[in-house]
């Protein structure tokens, strides 16, 4: 299954002004292949945050995927446990979606390596 890290607009994290510098996020990454938490270290462009795409499966020319906010309190949230932090992915946010193949692929091709939170 592919998953990917893209950026992409919040229509929540545009009204709460995100992202902020010292704010929490989640990445899944690219050579890795692990989910990574990070902290903002830039307040960029309200409302352009990174959200994680996952591929479901595809029918005919239709790719099927879902896709979850990477924004502490948005998609993510923090977990306490035996004293240390974790973010989490909220299970519930994910949002599910379709577009055509040649979208996706351009989807996943596209990396803005200039744009940095």
């Known amino acids: ?3 990917i890290t893209r950026l992409g607009y919040c229509k929540k994290c545009f009204k709460e002004g995100r992202p902020k510098i010292d ?3 989640i990445v899944f990454g690219k050579t890795s292949n692990i989910y990574r938490g990070l902290i903002s270290e830039k307040s960029n462009k309200r409302g352009y945050v990174p959200h994680i795409y996952k591929l479901k499966f595809t029918k005919g020319n239709v790719v099927y995927y879902k896709r979850i ?9 923090i977990a306490k446990e035996n004293g ?4 989490c992915l909220d299970e519930a946010k994910w949002i599910h979606g379709a577009t055509t193949v ?3 692929n351009a989807l996943v091709m596209y ?5 940095v939170i």
Do not use: L
């Open 1 to 3: 299954m592919t998953t």
């Open 23 to 25: 704010q929490n996020f």
């Open 69 to 77: 906010c990477c924004m502490d309190k948005c998609g993510t949230y």
């Open 84 to 87: 240390r932090n974790y973010i």
């Open 102 to 104: 040649s979208n996706w």
């Open 111 to 115: 990396r803005d390596e200039a744009f």
